[in-house]
């Protein structure tokens, strides 16, 4: 892919997570397997909600989800 397609995805990645954000929704499982990519309409959506988190307001998530061995090690 060039590079230009590449930051056309990138941010359109951005404003999906944003816009998720602003509801008080919390992805939690965002990796390349939950990108799910359209390279003929050059749209990009995710995916797999499955456990995401709803937050109230501005509150904070204070649970960790993951598996130990490949989470990051300053959680």
């Not at 998720?20 to 309409?41: A, E, S």
């Not at 995710?46 to 061995?69: E, N, R």
Request: net charge positive; proline share 3%; with cysteine.
């Amino acid at each position: 892919l060039e590079e230009e397609t590449i930051l056309h995805f990138f941010v359109q990645i951005l404003l999906a997570l944003h816009h998720v954000h602003t509801h008080f929704i919390l992805h939690r499982d965002l990796k390349t397997q939950n990108i799910l990519l359209d390279k003929h309409r050059m749209v990009v959506k995710i995916g797999d909600f499955g456990i995401s988190k709803i937050l109230s307001s501005k509150s904070k998530a204070y649970t960790v989800v993951g598996t130990p061995c490949y989470i990051s090690p300053e959680l």
